[in-house]
């Protein structure tokens, strides 16, 4: 059981907007800057979002983060077929004094 | 642009070390930055193992903390992974990264490392 909870699947047809949720604790999303990972199958993960809504350079403006309290999200506008990865959200975690990682979202694009 | 590449056996038998090794080009690996590994098991999601800063001071998971040591070469501009008495459940794809505040930006490729006899 992952410490963020991220919901297992998510979908969307092209152009469509999606968003996937990490819901965690006071102790790492509400205390924390929150990143977000895409991962395609058999691939390193990509760094997507960074302090909770930067995107590095690169990443389509398409990607946003954001985060109230002790949750964060990630929405996608304009969904395209190759979006369909696997996405992680992660944050540092005061009581555990190391990062923690989301169990993963895998966005399918119907 | 800094790039990583790990490097390392393929094949573990349990109770035996994982050495693995991570070298990085494009940045000096005691410039700045944390030095982070991370590993991903077969079908399931990403774990934190521990990570460097660039003075040296070293932090680990607190689930692996006794088997787990990282180290450096600086003049290689490397750095090392070492896990201890490992079982079947150490198998997993290895990645080494570079970070800030301790969470991954550039990533390596990642290294599979199978635990069996």
């Known amino acids: 059981q992952s410490v963020l909870i991220q919901p297992p699947s998510a979908s969307g047809t092209p152009g469509q907007s999606v968003t996937i949720s990490c819901s965690g604790s006071s102790s790492n999303i509400g205390n924390n800057f929150v990143y977000w990972y895409q991962q395609f199958p058999g691939a390193a993960p990509k760094l997507l979002i960074y302090?909770?809504?930067q995107r590095p350079s690169g990443v389509p403006d398409r990607f946003s983060g954001s985060k109230s309290g002790t949750s964060a999200s990630l929405a996608t506008s304009g969904l395209r077929s190759e979006d369909e990865a696997d996405y992680y959200c992660a944050t540092w975690d005061d009581s555990l004094s190391a990062p923690v990682f989301g169990g993963g979202t895998k966005l399918s694009v119907l | 642009q800094v790039q990583l590449q790990e490097s390392g056996p393929g094949l573990v038998k349990p109770s035996e070390t994982l050495s693995l090794t991570c070298t990085v080009s494009g940045y000096s690996i005691n410039s700045g930055y944390y030095w982070i590994w991370v590993r991903q098991p077969p079908g399931k999601g990403l774990e934190y193992i521990g990570s460097m800063f660039y003075r040296g001071n070293t932090y680990y998971h607190p689930s692996l903390k006794s088997r787990v040591t990282m180290s450096r070469d600086t003049s290689k501009n490397q750095f090392f992974l070492t896990l201890r008495s490992v079982t079947a459940a150490d198998t997993a794809v290895y990645f080494c990264?570079?970070?800030?505040?301790?969470?991954?930006?550039?990533w390596g490729q990642g290294v599979l490392v199978t635990v069996s006899s």
């Open positions: 302090r909770n809504n």
């Open positions: 990264a570079r970070g800030e505040m301790t969470l991954p930006y550039y």
